[in-house]
Each structure stands twice: as structure tokens, then as C-alpha cells.
């Protein structure tokens, strides 16, 4: 009878326990589903009720246990009740722990869902992560508005850049001899420009800095943007009717000339047989050949007037290739206005140069390795055949050359310029 009430009592004993953790199991499921949905004043009185449930279970627990005295008879079984119960007491504590701990935990958003939550406060506006727009590095830009702001000389242009997705723009002022550019509504150019001194977004294009070119995309060749100094109707007509001056005798003996001195560079050749060898295989071959029979010139006169040359040709080549100073040479070349330095070596010979950012294409006559002063550099040799007049056109057609060698990242800031028939050479410098 004695095992049997123990049986009993801890069969009631296990049943009661299994109701506590599924009760308590149950309650914290409720409670955390509550607080990741909806947290209101309901929320408290709930687990209240789930803390009093597990108050009324102890209280079941504690007359079953009053009960269950009336029963046992000997102190073995009273002493093993005993220690069942006070198991099913620290149950009951731990689990009044874990209510007591969600009861006291912070509440977030009582009385709101949680989409409206802390993080609504928090401001991710997009303009917060846009950058201003920068001019400073020739950037690409479509012209929004243009404004001519006839009291003070200037010109106004709003302009969006047209790598920007944000749709914002920037101010862009042209003053001086810029005011006089050509620019409409939609067109693209291409802008390097300063900031305005405390005024973010506002640019300036002056006679100081600043550069402003209109259809970038459209590549104009140096030569025409030079010649178009002296007379701009010359430069468009040569574009349109080009080769309709092909028969000229003095552009074929200039475009030979510049052949003649480039093989001679090209092969390293500084003795003076060694160019007249040069000239002879020149003369030889089947383009110079089919040159003189398009241009209707005689190769007697031709090839006669190209040997005047090879004097002046080796006299370049000892004096800047060489250094040598023992080799007798004209005046002019040992005159104070002729560039001093030294040539090292041949980088390119017509080097082809294109520059979206500038809107010009050319090729450089020759590209050359220079020392001076224990300074080295890349500069670019612009060649004339004709008189040494260091014209407008010829200068701006270094500084062109140079400007376009430095935008593919070269240091580079003069060029040369050579006039071959007098023997002299200065450098043409930017700025």
C-alpha cells in the first residue's frame, strides 16, 4: 500500500510539473509573439494573468500537497514528498523569474505598430549622400539655361552634368573674351572652370583660368582652330573642300621635308653621307614618286631642291642630337633666342593625339625626350619649312599640341618649334 501511494503522489507530482512547463512554455511564446507584433496596455494585463495562472498553480500544487499528508503514514514517504515538492516549488520560482524578467524589460512602441518605429527618426534623404557638383577637371555637361547679363558683360549658364542621375545643376559665369562663345540651350560642352569664392555651385570662366568647349564630341583638327586666328572663313572652307589644294608645290616640298627629316630621326643617322644616303632612297621610292606625278612637279628640280636641305638637316642633328659643338654651323643656330637644351631621344614620329575633353585631333610632327638644366621632359617638335615668322598661328599650334599631351597624362608644358630653312628652333612655352 505503501508503494502505491508513493506511485501516486508522484504521478500527481509529474503531471502537475508537465502543466507548469507547458503553461509556462506556452506563456513565453504569447509574450514574445506580443512584443515583436504590438505593444499596448493589453500587453501588461496579459502577462499578468499568465503570472497569477502560474500563482494558482502553485496554490493547486500546495493543497495537493495537504492533501497528500493525509495520506502518507510512514516518515520515508513524507521525506520523499517532501523533496518532489520542493522540485516542483523551484520549478514554479524559475518560471515567476522569467515573467518578472519580460515584465521589466524596456517597451518600445506601446501604442504603435513597429513600422513606426525609432528608425521613421532617422533621415536617410538622398541629398544627404550627393556630392557637389565639381568643374574644376573638364567635366561633361548639358547646357540647361542661358541668361546674357547685358549690365556687367557676362554670361550665365546652368548646366547639368551628364553623368549625374540626381538631375542637380551648377552656375557657370563666363566673363571676358569667353562672353563672346557660342552656346544654346541643350548643347554639350565640356567645362573647366574655378569656384567662386564662397558661393558652393557657382563657377567662373575668365582670361585667367578656365576653359569652355562647346560639342566636344566633334573633333576639329589643330591646324583649322590656328588658321582660323588670322581668318575663320579659311579654316571652314579648307574643312569642306579639302584636297582641292593638293597640287600645291609648296605644301608637297613641306610634306616631303617633314618625311625626310623624320626617317633621318627615326633611323638615327648623323653623318652627312648617311642623309644624303636617306634623301636618295626618299626619292626612290613609289610614294614620292606617285606625289610629284599627282602634283605635276619636275623630280629634277624636286630632288635638287630637297638636297639644299641636307646641310641644314645635319647641322640640327649635331647640334641638338649630338651636342656637338667642334662641327662647323650657321649663326642662327648658336643665336641666344635658340632653345639651349638637348635632345635624348625620339618618343614618336607623327603621333596621332585625339582629346574629347579638348574637342581637337592632330598629330605632332615629332615627339621627343629632352634635357635641360638637369631637367628632363617629353616635349612635342612642330616643323616649318618656310620663313622663321614665330606667328600667332604657329605658336598657338605648339601650345595646342602640348595642351593635348598633357591631357593624356604626359608632363608636358612647351613645346618646340623649328623653322628648318633658317636654322632656328625656340621653345614656345604655355602661359
Request: net charge negative; hydrophobic share 35%; charged share 25%.
Amino acid at each position: 500500500e505503501s508503494s502505491e501511494i508513493k506511485i501516486g503522489i508522484k504521478c500527481v507530482l509529474d503531471e502537475n510539473n508537465r502543466q507548469l512547463n507547458e503553461n509556462c512554455e506556452t506563456s513565453h511564446n504569447v509574450v514574445d509573439s506580443v512584443a515583436q507584433q504590438k505593444r499596448n496596455e493589453n500587453f501588461k494585463n496579459d502577462k499578468i494573468n499568465y503570472f497569477n495562472s502560474i500563482e494558482h498553480k502553485g496554490d493547486v500544487h500546495s493543497i495537493s500537497v495537504a492533501k497528500n499528508n493525509e495520506l502518507i503514514g510512514s516518515e520515508e514517504d513524507k521525506h520523499f514528498f517532501e523533496e518532489s515538492s520542493s522540485v516542483i516549488n523551484n520549478s514554479v520560482s524559475t518560471k515567476k523569474g522569467v515573467f518578472e524578467v519580460n515584465q521589466n524589460r524596456p517597451q518600445f512602441c506601446e501604442s504603435e505598430d513597429i513600422s513606426t518605429s525609432f528608425l521613421e527618426d532617422l533621415s536617410f534623404d538622398e541629398s544627404n549622400f550627393k556630392e557637389p557638383i565639381k568643374l574644376d577637371n573638364g567635366r561633361r555637361c548639358k547646357v540647361i539655361a542661358v541668361e546674357q547679363l547685358e549690365a556687367c558683360g557676362e554670361v550665365v549658364l546652368t548646366l547639368q552634368p551628364c553623368d549625374s542621375l540626381s538631375g542637380e545643376t551648377a552656375v557657370c559665369v563666363l566673363r571676358g573674351s569667353w562672353t563672346s562663345t557660342v552656346v544654346r540651350e541643350g548643347d554639350v560642352v565640356s567645362v573647366t572652370a574655378t569656384q567662386m569664392s564662397n558661393q558652393p555651385g557657382c563657377w567662373v570662366v575668365d582670361n585667367d583660368a578656365g576653359l569652355l568647349t562647346t560639342h566636344p564630341d566633334t573633333l576639329v583638327s589643330g591646324t583649322t582652330i590656328v588658321g582660323s586666328l588670322f581668318c575663320t572663313r579659311r579654316s571652314v572652307l579648307s574643312d569642306m573642300y579639302r584636297g582641292m589644294d593638293a597640287d600645291s608645290s609648296i605644301m608637297v616640298m613641306g610634306s616631303f621635308l617633314h618625311q625626310l627629316l623624320q626617317e633621318v630621326l627615326k633611323r638615327k643617322v648623323s653623318s652627312l653621307e648617311g642623309i644624303n644616303g636617306v634623301l636618295n632612297e626618299f626619292v626612290s621610292s613609289r610614294h614620292f614618286i606617285f606625289s610629284l606625278y599627282s602634283s605635276g612637279m619636275p623630280l629634277d628640280k624636286t630632288k635638287e631642291s630637297l638636297s639644299e636641305f641636307v646641310p641644314k638637316i645635319h647641322a640640327f642633328v649635331q647640334k641638338y642630337i649630338n651636342n656637338s659643338s667642334t662641327v662647323c654651323q650657321p649663326t642662327s643656330w648658336n643665336s641666344k633666342e635658340s632653345w639651349s637644351g638637348t635632345i635624348t631621344d625620339v618618343a614618336d614620329i607623327e603621333e596621332n593625339i585625339w582629346t574629347p575633353k579638348l574637342g581637337i585631333k592632330g598629330k605632332v610632327d615629332v615627339t621627343v625626350k629632352t634635357h635641360k638644366r638637369n631637367i628632363k621632359k617629353v616635349m612635342p617638335l612642330e616643323l616649318k619649312t618656310g620663313r622663321a615668322s614665330f606667328s600667332a598661328e604657329h605658336r598657338g599650334q605648339v601650345i595646342l599640341y602640348t595642351m593635348m599631351m598633357s591631357e593624356l597624362g604626359q608632363t608636358v608644358d612647351s613645346g618646340l618649334l623649328l623653322y628648318l630653312r633658317e636654322g632656328v628652333m625656340k621653345e614656345v612655352k604655355v602661359g
